[in-house]
Nanobody, 119 residues
Framework: QVELVESGGGLVQTGGSLRLSCAASGRSISDYLVAWFRQAPGKERERVSY???????SYTDSMKGRFSISRDNAKNAVFLQIDSLKPEDTAVYYC?????????????WGQGTQVTVSS
């Protein structure tokens, strides 16, 4: 029922910042738990962060500090701010919504946005 579209990725230098956007259409993004994932070449997909319907945020331990998730209900979007970018942050970043606790899966996914950090 909801479509997710990521944007904001690109090529940046080490130490730079990016704000990734996950824009929703069809439903209010605040109706869902929304998570950010990333997948680097040759590595498994890993969760970066999530934000609940109530606005509670959580971060994977290795992502704490440089990553910040937020939601703007007026824009119907969830954002991921990444500061002090490192080459190892290079990955395709995805947003996903509507976590299903029994399976651990998400019902909706965006197409991903590429983040490339040059050394």
């Amino acid at each position: 029922q909801v479509e997710l579209v990521e944007s904001g990725g690109g090529l940046v230098q080490t130490g730079g910042s990016l704000r990734l956007s996950c824009a929703a259409s069809g439903r209010s993004i605040s109706d869902y738990l929304v998570a950010w994932f990333r997948q680097a070449p040759g590595k498994e997909r890993e969760r970066v962060s999530y934000i609940t319907r109530s606005g509670q945020t959580s971060y994977t331990d290795s992502m704490k500090g440089r990553f910040s998730i937020s939601r703007d209900n007026a824009k119907n979007a969830v954002f991921l701010q990444i500061d002090s970018l490192k080459p190892e942050d290079t990955a395709v970043y995805y947003c996903a919504a509507d976590w299903e606790p029994l399976t651990g899966e998400y019902n909706y996914w965006g197409q991903g946005t590429q983040v490339t950090v040059s050394s």
